[in-house]
């Protein structure tokens, strides 16, 4: 057989299996496998493949059709101008993750600056921010010792690692020292609620990390935390920009909003009475509601000097 009767053979079989995309999946799984583009394996279509790689391949595909993620199986992912790798344990970057990422931007002119980010998985958000605006360093944590392992990788690979610091620790944990340091806090935290694994994708579910998904009861756990620590962490006029569910992101509001301004009270009260200004919700590109912006207007570790 050559690669493009391999091709059809398995597009044929996740179609069966009711894979969406089948045609591409087989010729993503093929290019990587092969380490050559996916125009090449056109080109290059009376090229046999070996019995190992047919063995590879036939393997690969039965992964996939039995709803292993695609990015996983090929170990890359494309997020914005990077490609990283991914690695079973770590979640896979969103497009979702995207616009958190170009908010962000949107609000941090270019020029020195210090920006955290709070479980940072594969490093997807704090290595964007590097790449695209060079005055940035970064510092990205995660509680996963193989998420900090593959964001110090990817860090590398994508040339970046100068500017950018991964810790291993729970949230600020292992930012000892650092408040009032950060010009902007970001974070795709686990938002998931419990309840919800239920109805979730057999394919998010059950082969993406649970810790990265899922935040208790209401899905807030970890926002309602991070909501807490940050202003000891941010610079006045520092930014705090969160992903959110779209079913909750009018519970996060309620979180940021000094009390009194808001019909529902506060769910917590803010450390050190910190107070939030320019809180704005922000649509994705489907219209849903799934950022939350908020600048840190004074309070935390007490203001900063004039
Ligand atoms: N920050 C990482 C990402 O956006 C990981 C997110 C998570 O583990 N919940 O991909």
């Known amino acids: 057989m050559n690669l493009v009767e391999y091709l059809k053979k398995a597009t044929d079989y996740l179609e069966r299996h009711d894979i969406a995309s089948p045609r591409l999946n087989a010729e993503l799984l093929l290019s990587s496998m092969l380490g050559i583009s996916r125009l090449d394996v ?29 990015q996983y199986l090929t170990g890359e992912v494309g997020f914005r101008t990077l490609v990283l790798e991914v690695t079973p344990g770590v979640f896979i970057p969103r497009p979702e993750t995207e616009v958190l990422v170009e908010k962000a931007l949107e609000v941090l002119p270019n020029g020195e600056m210090d920006i955290l980010d709070l479980g940072c998985g594969s490093g997807c958000i704090a290595l964007s921010i590097a790449r695209e605006r060079t005055g940035a360093r970064v510092t990205a944590v995660d509680c996963e010792r193989t998420a900090v392992e593959l964001s110090l990788r990817n860090a590398e690979r994508t040339g970046l690692a100068e500017r950018t610091t991964v810790l291993e620790g729970d949230l600020f944990e292992p930012l000892d020292g650092a408040a009032r340091s950060f010009d902007a806090i970001i974070s795709n935290p686990p938002y998931v609620p419990d309840g919800a694994a239920e109805s979730m994708m057999p394919e998010v579910r059950d082969y993406e990390p649970t810790r990265a998904l899922f935040a208790g009861p209401d899905g807030l756990d970890v926002i309602k935390r991070i909501v807490a620590g940050a202003p ?57 509601p799934r950022v939350v912006k908020a600048r840190l207007a004074s309070g935390g570790g007490g203001d900063a000097p004039d």
């Open 232 to 288: 000891e962490y941010l610079t006045v006029g520092g930014w705090l920009l969160l992903e959110v569910d779209e079913s909750h992101a009018d519970k996060v509001v309620e979180l940021l909003e000094p009390s009194g301004d808001s019909a529902t009270p506060r769910m917590e009260p803010a450390r050190d009475g910190a107070r939030w200004s320019d809180i704005e919700v922000c649509d994705d590109l489907a219209g849903r």
């Open 42 to 70: 056109y080109t290059g279509f009376e090229r046999a493949l070996t019995e190992v790689e047919s063995r590879e391949y036939r393997e690969l595909i039965v992964k996939r059709a039995a709803g292993a993620p695609l």
